[in-house]
């Protein structure tokens, strides 16, 4: 299984950015994804996290109110609406695919929130 993580990049605070994470290979091993992200110095830490069939989620403390996670599965893909970005937010965001026997990480990409 691969992931491929892209939409980060350079924001204003108050701005938007929506992350997208796409899965190839042998997808039918994930039973769910989730997004994480690491700030320098920091832990990784839990963002947001979706169901295979989109029907249940769950954020971290960092995800909720002002980020929503969503997938489209004809896609294999996963994305991370994120709004009222602020400085704090800034941060390697890596999706991850949990398969039955591994876990599956992406390379991360970044967000930089410009106050």
């Known amino acids: 299984v691969q992931l491929v993580e892209s939409g980060g990049g350079l924001v204003q605070a108050g701005g938007s950015l929506r992350l997208s994470c796409t899965a190839s290979g042998s997808t039918f091993n994930i039973n769910a994804m989730a997004w994480y992200r690491q700030a320098p110095g920091n832990q990784r830490t839990l963002v947001a996290a979706?169901?295979?069939?989109?029907?249940?989620?769950n954020y971290g403390d960092s995800g909720r109110g002002r980020f929503t996670i969503s997938r489209d599965n004809a896609k294999n893909t996963i994305y991370l609406q994120m709004n009222s970005l602020k400085s704090e937010d800034t941060a390697v965001y890596y999706c991850v695919g949990y398969g039955a026997l591994d876990d599956y990480w992406g390379q991360g990409t970044q967000v930089t929130v410009s106050s």
């Open positions: 979706i169901t295979n069939d989109g029907a249940t989620t």
